[in-house]
């Protein structure tokens, strides 16, 4: 089972402001104060096509994380590892058009995958989403430059699923070791029979899925902070305050 919720948004800020944003929203604590949890960001590969002009990027970020304390009460501690605060690493794909006016990400957690997989879509547009539907306008068959619009439209659509308890976590070894505080697989297996697995795979996708809103509120100011400092600053200059910041040196042209 996969549970999902999608929404829309929009910034009354220019395509080519908000694709800036989007790369730039994880850059400094000072940029974006909603950023703090994230401990550091790495690019894994990026290059231009050819053939399409189309930017393809992998980034990884490693971020401060917590399971829902819903979730922490409800399982063994054998299998969140226990509610304190923990490190997880997050693989984000992007794709970006600056000639047809689109872009296209996705983010999935790596880490506690056999308890919840968290896959985030974005859909940045420079056109609104289609009214029939809550899917944007497919722009990705067009070729012909559009022109700037002062406004950038975004889908985000949330995918939870849940694994716990299917018969590849059920096969592992029945003799392993038991302790009072750390059940082994026997113990677990027993735990998630007495349950149901689909009722455990459910309830954990419905806990994490009530947290989406509070999630994206802070994602989008986060994003706000950094268009309005882009806006009334300008790039170089945010750039250069941040890099001075940290005592990089700026070399003055």
């Not at 923990?86 to 984000?92: A, D, F, N, T």
């Not at 995918?159 to 070791?177: E, F, H, I």
């Amino acid at each position: 089972m996969v549970l999902t919720r999608t929404t829309n948004h929009t910034y009354s800020h220019p395509f080519p402001t908000v694709t800036l944003a989007f790369f730039l929203r994880y850059y400094s604590p000072q940029l974006n104060p909603f950023s703090s949890h994230v401990l550091s960001t790495d690019t894994i590969s990026s290059h231009v096509d050819p053939a399409t002009g189309r930017l393809h990027t992998t980034r990884i970020h490693l971020k401060k994380s917590r399971m829902p304390s819903a979730v922490v009460k409800l399982l063994p501690t054998s299998v969140t590892g226990g509610g304190g605060d923990k490190s997880s690493y997050v693989l984000e794909t992007s794709v970006v058009d600056m000639n047809e006016g689109w872009m296209k990400t996705e983010s999935r957690n790596l880490n506690f995958t056999g308890v919840l997989s968290v896959v985030e879509e974005q859909h940045y547009s420079t056109t609104p989403p289609d009214p029939a539907g809550s899917a944007p306008v497919d722009t990705t068959a067009l070729s012909a430059p559009r022109s700037l619009s002062p406004n950038t439209f975004v889908t985000t659509t949330f995918s939870y699923r849940s694994t716990l308890g299917n018969k590849r976590q059920d096969r592992a070894p029945v003799d392993a070791p038991e302790t009072a505080d750390e059940p082994g697989p026997r113990r677990l297996g027993s735990w998630i029979s007495g349950w149901g697995t689909s009722r455990i795979q459910r309830s954990i996708e419905s806990i994490a899925s009530n947290k989406t809103e509070d999630q994206i509120s802070k994602s989008r100011d986060g994003m706000g902070l950094v268009l309005e400092r882009l806006r009334n600053n300008g790039v170089v200059s945010v750039l250069r305050e941040l890099r001075r910041r940290e005592g990089k040196v700026v070399f003055e042209q």
